[in-house]
Nanobody, 123 residues
Framework: QAQLKESGGGLVQAGGSLRLSCDAS????????VAWFRRRPGEDREFLVS????????FYADSVKGRFTASRDNAKSTVFLQMDSLMPEDTAVYYC????????????????WGQGTQVTVSS
């Protein structure tokens, strides 16, 4: 069974950048679509981006399009989220999740989740 673990979160000033990693272990990761979500304080979890199994396709939510970039290295079983031009409203816990279909924004489509990494953007 695949296990996912996020890393790379932290405190950054507005306008700065962070790169999150999602490392997979314990199962077949290659070929599985992966998505990034986030949960801002007091809000529901929000879909950010889906990346296809080989990384050739990405689908972004409007809220992060043009600022966030997803990529993956299947040889290392790792998916990345490069976050640029960060704003205070990007403060959230960020999660990666693996599913069976690319481009799905709904949480129930993803069977494997990491525990999240905190990103805090100061103004």
């Amino acid at each position: 069974q695949a296990q996912l673990k996020e890393s790379g979160g932290g405190l950054v000033q507005a306008g700065g950048s962070l790169r999150l990693s999602c490392d997979a272990s314990g199962g077949t990761f290659r070929g599985l679509p992966v998505a990034w979500f986030r949960r801002r304080p007091g809000e529901d979890r929000e879909f950010l981006v889906s990346i296809s199994g080989r990384g050739e396709n990405t689908f972004y939510a409007d809220s992060v399009k043009g600022r966030f970039t997803a990529s993956r290295d299947n040889a290392k079983s790792t998916v990345f989220l490069q976050m640029d031009s960060l704003m205070p409203e990007d403060t959230a816990v960020y999660y990666c999740a693996a599913g069976v279909a690319y481009g799905i924004t709904a949480e129930p489509a993803y069977g494997f989740w990491g525990q999240g990494t905190q990103v805090t953007v100061s103004s």
